[in-house]
Structure formats: structure tokens, C-alpha cells
């Protein structure tokens, strides 16, 4: 299946900071993106949906100011927690898919952020 | 809204036996099922999907089931091993609208070596 990395696979930052959270489509081009957060034990919440070179898709509740989402490039999306706090602290996994006529969906290992 | 419901929420299976989770979908217009594996700490990986034209697909020992008309869709795993143990996590995509997946709570399993 296709490769779908993320970097940094853990970050710990202090409260009132910010966090840059990298995507890349390793082996293929992807026109849509998609950020998920995921409690302990719960399944995939659906941030926000970005297509490359056009504003992110925010879900209902999610608050497109402090989650910025960047989908600059087909191989590339940035998500940023800007003035983090603690309630922030989750796993948060990108995913990728080529384009509408290819379903598949592949997704990154994960980013394990810490807020203290 | 749109709604997948999967079953059972935690499955312990002993190493060896089948293991069988089952999920229902509310938007009939649904033409597209994946199943992830998850491992602990890790991202979710496409095991198997199935697209709404065909009834069954398999491949080694996983396999998906789509009843279309009770919008059921089903993973079989046979000769379950000690690493098949994680979260396992269905989803129904459609092709027009949002484009959104659904996914559903997930399912712990456990094989019991």
C-alpha cells in the first residue's frame, strides 16, 4: 500500500505554545488530506479535509483558528496547534488519499502531542 | 447523520479460531468499505476493503462479506494468530456528497496464544 509518514512521531511542548505537525504522501501524489485526533480507546475524529491549494474543510466544533492546516504542495500537509494547552494533549494521525476515483484512504503512524 | 455501528466492541478469540466482526451502515448510498488495523501507538492500516459491486472478497486468511440490502459488511479472520491482536476499525465512504469516511467505535481483539 501507499506510504503516508508524519513527523514528529511525539512532540512535548509547554502550555501557550505552538506545534507544527508535518504529512507527507511518500509515493503518491494526494489531493486530499485529512486530520484526525484520536482519545484513548475512542475511534478517529475527523478535524479538517484539505485539498491541495485550497482552504482546509474544518469539522463542526473544531475551531479553524487555534488548528491551522496548511496543503501546500500534492505530497504535503501541515497541521499547527497554535497556543496549545493541556486538553490539546492527544494523538493526532493524518491520511491521505490520491484522488476522488481512488477510495483508498492510507493513513500516517501518528503524532503522540503532550501539552504540560 | 451518517452512522456506522460495529460489533462487538472487544472480541478474545483463541489462537487458531476464526474471528468475525460485524458493522451496520445508514446511508445506503455508501459504495465504498475498508477495514484498518491498528496497533498500539500507531496509525491505522488498510487490512481489506470492499466496493459495493461485489458481495465478498478475500485475501489470505481475511476476509469481508457486503449484504447491500440490510447494509451489514463483515470481517472474517480465520487462523488467528497472536499478532493479529489490535484495534480493528470499519468505515463506509461514498463517492458524492462530503466525500467523508465514517468510521465505526472500533474493536479490541485479543488472541489468546
Known amino acids: 500500500g501507499a506510504v503516508v509518514s508524519q513527523h514528529p512521531s511525539r512532540v512535548i511542548c509547554k502550555s501557550g505554545t505552538s506545534v507544527k505537525i508535518e504529512c507527507r504522501s511518500l509515493?503518491?501524489?494526494?489531493?486530499?488530506m485529512f486530520w484526525y485526533r484520536q482519545f484513548p480507546k475512542q475511534s478517529l475524529m475527523l478535524m479538517a479535509t484539505?485539498?491541495?491549494?485550497?482552504?482546509?474543510?474544518?469539522e463542526q466544533g473544531v475551531e479553524k483558528d487555534k488548528f491551522l492546516i496548511n496543503h501546500a504542495s500534492l505530497t504535503l500537509s501541515t497541521l499547527t496547534v497554535t497556543s496549545a494547552h493541556p486538553e490539546d494533549s492527544s494523538f493526532y494521525i493524518c491520511?491521505?488519499?490520491?484522488?476522488?476515483?481512488?477510495?483508498?484512504?492510507?493513513f500516517g503512524p501518528g503524532t503522540r502531542l503532550t501539552v504540560t | 447523520g451518517e452512522n456506522v455501528e460495529q460489533h462487538p466492541s472487544t472480541l478474545s478469540v483463541q489462537e487458531g479460531d476464526s474471528a468475525v466482526i460485524k458493522c451496520t451502515y445508514s446511508?445506503?448510498?455508501?459504495?465504498?468499505f475498508p477495514w484498518y488495523k491498528q496497533e498500539l501507538g500507531k496509525g491505522p492500516q488498510l487490512i481489506i476493503d470492499?466496493?459495493?459491486?461485489?458481495g465478498e472478497k478475500k485475501d489470505q486468511r481475511i476476509a469481508v462479506t457486503l449484504n447491500k440490502t440490510a447494509k451489514h459488511f463483515s470481517l472474517h479472520i480465520t487462523e488467528t494468530q497472536p499478532e493479529d491482536s489490535a484495534v480493528y476499525f470499519c468505515?463506509?465512504?461514498?463517492?458524492?456528497?462530503?466525500?467523508?469516511?465514517?468510521f465505526g467505535a472500533g474493536t479490541r481483539l485479543f488472541v489468546k496464544a
Open positions: 491520511s491521505a488519499r490520491a484522488d476522488r476515483e481512488n477510495y483508498e484512504q492510507y
Open positions: 509515493d503518491f501524489q494526494a489531493t486530499t
Open positions: 484539505s485539498n491541495e491549494g485550497s482552504k482546509a474543510t474544518y
Open positions: 446511508d445506503s448510498a455508501s459504495n465504498y
Open positions: 470492499i466496493r459495493s459491486n461485489v
Open positions: 468505515a463506509a465512504y461514498k463517492d458524492t456528497g462530503g466525500f467523508k469516511t465514517i
